[in-house]
């Protein structure tokens, strides 16, 4: 029955990964009705059982308590709990058997001494030795006493078998607590034939305890009786331990490392690698000059799977002679991982990275560019040079997709051999994209663009702003770089109309600025000063609302009222009537802002005082211009007090009309 319980407790350990992947998918699927309250995993019962079993058999069948002790010494990592209780049921443990099992490499076999410790079973020296290594470093005792405990029972009792139980605890303070604590001398006298040195090495690094195979690699004996076997078993043991790079190093500088044979290393190397290690140190030794070329690249194949930095298996001499197909192979799958930083500095430095073509090299840029990788290095590959003008605008497409700003794409020989259509394309694809790189624009075939389709270009930008994603976001830099078109300027009056019209009816009023603003400044000069007064009116109407609507600041200061100004100055702006004036002022005085702009023009010395006294009126119902009033230049007859006027209201002539009783009316109104 003990057998079975055995069997079941180590075939749940070892498919307990797997099981427990799978009950978690299942609870995933299932919800909290799959999970279950107060349940004790399957693991868990099984090592539960073996206890009660045993217990069970010590009481009832004392004759078989040896053969049952031995079985139970063989079970790893017994929760401390089931040793307690298998030790308070009569379970006794010699030092023999401990030794045997530290000496099988069964983990956590200080559990049965910390079981005994607890219970306060102690017989004899030996077993006060045995608490003194196998029950240090946890923080239990002062480490002056532990210590010095430590040193007595490894001068006094059985070195070896003493350091052996330590190196094979699962508590890491307990094997570096002893190793540090291990006299010269006795380590000497005791450690003095490979084969005990191994019996220390393999477990001590099979638990990955870095901190103490590092001490232990700077002993006089360790360097004087490890041989490569052992070395090499060792490593591949600690290749999963934390901190691998550093115990790595000190190991490396043991005699035995440089014993190593070239099919060993590479065979450290393979493991390394597949566990996403860099082993930078085994590169460094003689063996690896041995490797040949072909495992060189089945190392950096799997290096770069796993993501690890190549810069020191590319320094292998085999690795020169690597094909470059072999060097395309690795960077493509560099690319579809996306590791590029790592990858590009050590592969582009291989003598056969020279080799691979033009057509290689725009795939491999391709296909990083689609990955959303940075593709930048490549450039640095002789073939990039070569690059067809037909395979360009296919890799410059990419870019805009992925708004890349890569500059090397431009510089391109071909670049400059691009057709006037296959820069209209790009154009187009920048414009969808909302990304249009400036040097896109200085292309020689951009010249060639017409005015129709650059008219286009700019309906189409225009369109894209105040949509959904918010396209410009408040920076129209894709029109002011259109703008830098020619063709630009062989656009007629009427369609710089249309541009400016459709600007102002873009849903986003602070894109409405910006991009009215940015069409101002790179629109010709010559076409806006050619637009009629109706137009002009039209579009100072259409920046008054906008403006009306936007509360930022930083809009009116740059955006719209800048491009009221700008339309202000144009020549049709002067005839504008005072009646259409009034009417673009009532906007911005209801929604309490003085149009400085608007004000300035020579059509506000035509607007009569009793016109501005009912658009008062109306604005003050609004709640919008009391503070406004109270700087009028005709509030100085009602008030003694000197008020900063207002620059924009007292530079329209019927503000100096308006009497003190209508001043007073307004104040009065203004306060209710």
């Known amino acids: 029955m003990l057998d ?202 099979a638990r990955h305890h870095s901190a103490a195979v590092q001490h232990m690699a700077g002993l006089p004996w360790m360097q004087q009786h490890v041989d490569a076997a052992t070395l090499k078993a060792a490593l591949a043991q600690l290749l999963t331990a934390e901190h691998f790079e550093d115990v790595l190093v000190n190991l490396c500088w043991l005699p035995a490392a440089q014993q190593l044979s070239s099919e060993e290393v590479q065979q450290l190397l393979q493991a390394a690698v597949e566990r996403g290690c860099a082993p930078a140190q085994l590169c460094e030794l003689p063996a690896a000059a041995g490797i040949t070329s072909d495992a060189t690249l089945q190392l950096l194949q799997a290096a770069v799977s796993k993501g690890v930095n190549v810069e020191w298996l590319c320094e292998l001499p085999a690795a020169a002679g690597i094909s470059s197909e072999g060097v395309r192979q690795l960077l493509q799958a560099a690319v579809c991982e996306g590791e590029f930083e790592w990858y590009f500095t050590g592969l582009l430095r291989l003598p056969a990275a020279a080799g691979i073509s033009s057509d290689a090299v725009s795939q491999l840029m391709l296909l990083g560019l689609e990955k959303d990788g940075e593709v930048e290095q490549l450039f640095a590959l002789p073939a990039a040079a070569g690059i067809s003008s037909e395979a360009l605008p296919q890799l410059l497409l990419a870019a805009l997709k992925h708004s890349r700003e890569v500059a090397q794409l431009f510089a391109l020989p071909a670049a400059a051999g691009l057709t006037s259509e296959a820069v209209l394309q790009l154009l187009q694809a920048a414009v969808e994209h909302g990304y249009v790189p400036e040097e896109l624009c200085q292309l020689p075939a951009a010249a060639g663009i017409s005015s129709a389709a650059v008219l286009q270009l700019l309906q189409a930008a225009v369109r894209k702003c105040g949509g959904k994603k918010q396209w410009l976001c408040g920076n129209a830099s894709c029109i002011r770089l259109l703008c830098n078109l020619p063709a630009v300027h062989h656009l007629t009056c009427e369609e710089v109309f249309s541009l400016l019209s459709a600007a102002g009816d873009v849903s986003s009023k602070a894109d409405s600025c910006e991009v009215t603003s940015n069409l101002l400044c790179g629109l010709p000069s010559m076409r806006l000063r050619q637009l009629s007064c109706q137009q002009v009116q039209q579009l100072l109407a259409a920046a008054v609302k906008v403006s009306c609507s936007i509360n930022s600041c930083k809009f009116m200061g740059y955006g719209c009222s800048g491009c009221s100004g700008h339309l202000c100055r144009l020549p049709a702006a002067a005839g504008i009537s005072s009646e259409a004036l009034l009417e673009l002022m009532q906007p911005a005085l209801k929604a309490g802002r003085v149009p400085e702009e608007l004000c300035k023009l020579p059509a506000a010395a035509g607007i009569s005082s009793e016109a501005l006294l009912q658009l008062l009126q109306a604005t003050i119902k609004q709640g919008k211009l009391q503070p406004a009033l109270f700087k009028l230049p005709a509030a100085a007859a009602v008030h003694k007090h000197r008020w900063q006027s207002l620059p924009a209201v007292r530079s329209i002539p019927a503000i100096s009309q308006l009497t003190s009783e209508q001043v007073l009316l307004l104040l009065l109104a203004a306060v209710k």
């Not at 990964?17 to 349940?39: D, I, T, Y």
């Not at 699962?170 to 040195?197: D, F, K, M, R, Y």
Request: glycine share 8%; with cysteine.
């Open 4 to 205: 079975a319980a055995l069997e079941t407790e180590s075939s749940s350990r070892s498919s307990s990964s797997s099981s427990n992947q799978q009950q978690s998918a299942k609870s995933h699927r299932k919800g909290s009705k799959g999970r279950g309250r107060g349940k004790v995993p399957v693991q868990q019962q099984g090592i539960h059982a073996v206890g009660w079993l045993g217990a069970l058999l010590l009481r009832t069948a004392p004759n078989s308590a040896a053969d049952v002790s031995a079985r139970l010494l063989s079970c790893p990592a017994l929760p401390q709990a089931v040793v307690v209780q298998l030790v308070h049921a009569g379970m006794a443990v010699t030092y023999a058997q401990l030794l045997a099992a530290a000496d099988s490499m069964v983990a956590g076999v200080e559990v049965w001494v910390l079981a005994q410790q607890q219970l306060g079973i102690t017989k004899d020296d030996t077993t006060a030795e045995l608490e003194a290594v196998c029950c240090s470093g946890r923080g239990m005792r002062k480490k002056k006493l532990e210590e010095a405990d430590i040193k007595y029972a490894l001068t006094h009792g059985h070195t070896a078998d003493l350091l052996q139980l330590a190196m094979n605890c699962s508590n890491h303070g307990t094997s570096s607590t002893v190793i540090q604590c291990l006299p010269a001398t006795v380590a000497a006298a005791a450690l003095n034939e490979p084969g005990v040195v191994r019996k220390l090495l393999l477990p001590t690094a």
